[in-house]
């Protein structure tokens, strides 16, 4: 049985934020139960080295090779783990292709599901309870928020991670960027165009 | 039948506020040492997702709602490391002290990070559930939407989706039910699918007529139409 009493454990620890976190290390490292150095290592992976320039270079590819877009919107997993992407938070991936027919969008209501080997890690509007309560019931005001107005003829379907599938959005490739090498097309996918509350830049 | 984490299709937030593309991955020092602590503490093996996601849903409706993400995390590690014995209340005020944790052997050690994280921990299992349902196939979610092994336990069917009628968009394979291993009673897999509602099922007020909302429900959230 889930028990809800209300003298959770949590408010044995310090009310301010910052102190908190830094009480439960403490106790933490003083039981040998986490290594700090361990901490700073995966903060510098979520800060540096795992981010939306992953999932750039997915999207660059699969705009400039068919038979790699073809084979990433049949089974993502594989296909971006060949690329080595992997892990945490991704371990089952699913594209999903914009066109001028339909619009996709990704939230998770429930949490904040995100793809982390291919986007990091949410921005916080992703986690916020707008996103998370308005995405699925009038994700075109939320889009009309980020500056996208879709046409009428374009539907849009919004995918509510609710299990762990996650789902990574293929944006509509901009006019004018034809013979562009895929380096020079992954500077034109933001974040927010793989979310689905962006389109990709168009070029200069 | 609800917890106020279940926010899908509600009212009264306000707008959305977007966050330039190059913004820092932490807004501040501790959101990075709140999910690094979260996530090493994770890796002692005393809990799975489902259970950690449980915990996060179990603060009270006003602590859920006036903390902030990471105060969301780091509340939720504290109830999780009492919760499953690893701490006792004791430890969190500080009393006690003890440099020689049954636990210690397994603390993620900082060159075994690259690897953990990279391994990951896929929720596909085998499973002698067959698929009741095909591509393309109606279907109806539960209605209402609950946990129905344990009273006010965690499931994935947001209440937004009870009792809406949908069709069978893709089948993912068998999964992890979440209903069943946030509470100790095992893994339980079967199949999972992406189920497409339009909008129209969902809201009395859709923004646009072919509009669809795509869910990810485990067959036993479902039944035929």
Not at chain 1, 47 to 76: C, H, T
Not at chain 1, 98 to 115: E, F, G, I, K
Not at chain 1, 144 to 165: C, Q, Y
Not at chain 2, 214 to 220: E, F, G, I, K, R
Request: negative net charge; contains cysteine; glycine residues 8%.
């Amino acid at each position: 049985m889930p028990h809800d009493d209300h003298d959770h454990p949590h408010a044995l620890l310090p009310p301010e934020p910052a102190l908190r976190v830094k009480a439960l290390e403490t106790i933490l490292t003083r039981k040998g139960l986490i290594d700090p150095a361990a901490l700073d290592e995966i903060i510098d992976t979520y800060q540096n080295k795992i981010g939306p320039k992953n999932g750039a270079r997915v999207v660059a590819k699969a705009w400039s090779d068919p038979e790699f877009k073809k084979a990433l919107l049949e089974d993502a997993t594989q296909v971006v783990a060949d690329l080595g992407f992997y892990g945490r938070q991704g371990e089952h991936m699913v594209v999903v292709e914009n066109t001028t027919d339909q619009h996709n969008m990704v939230v998770c209501t429930l949490c904040s599901c995100y793809p982390w080997p291919l986007l990091g890690i949410p921005p916080g509007w992703y986690k916020s309870d707008a996103y998370r309560a308005r995405a699925v019931r009038e994700p075109r005001k939320v889009l009309a928020e980020f500056g996208v107005e879709l046409p009428t003829k374009t539907s849009v379907r919004v995918w509510d991670s609710t299990a762990e599938i996650r789902y990574l959005v293929l944006p509509m490739r901009p006019d004018g960027t034809e013979g562009m090498s895929e380096d020079g097309l992954a500077t034109l996918v933001t974040r927010d165009s793989m979310i689905g509350t962006g389109l990709a830049r168009v070029p200069a | 039948m609800t917890r106020v984490h279940d926010m899908g299709g509600r009212f009264g937030d306000g707008p959305v506020v977007p966050e330039a593309e190059d913004s820092p991955v932490f807004a501040e020092d501790w959101h990075g040492r709140a999910l690094a602590v979260t996530l090493a503490a994770g890796f002692l093996g005393q809990w799975n997702i489902d259970k950690s996601r449980h915990t996060r849903e179990r603060l009270s409706p006003k602590d859920y709602a006036r903390f902030s993400y990471y105060e969301k995390w780091i509340s939720g590690l504290a109830d999780l490391l009492v919760d499953n014995g690893v701490l006792c209340p004791e430890d969190l005020i500080g009393d006690e002290y003890d440099s020689s944790h049954p636990l210690s052997s397994r603390v993620l050690q900082a060159q075994a990070v690259p690897g953990a994280l990279a391994k990951g921990g896929p929720a596909d299992r085998p499973s002698d559930v067959p698929a009741q349902f095909e591509i393309g196939q109606a279907v109806q979610t539960l209605h209402p939407a609950a946990n129905r092994l344990v009273d006010g336990g965690h499931t994935r069917l947001p209440i937004y989706a009870a009792g809406a009628k949908g069709r069978i968009l893709r089948l993912h394979g068998t999964h992890v039910l979440p209903d069943s291993n946030a509470h100790g009673l095992g893994e339980a897999p079967e199949p999972l699918y992406a189920v497409a509602f339009p909008a129209s099922e969902l809201w009395a007020d859709p923004e646009h007529p072919r509009d669809e909302v795509v869910l990810d429900l485990w067959q036993s959230y479902l039944e035929p139409a």
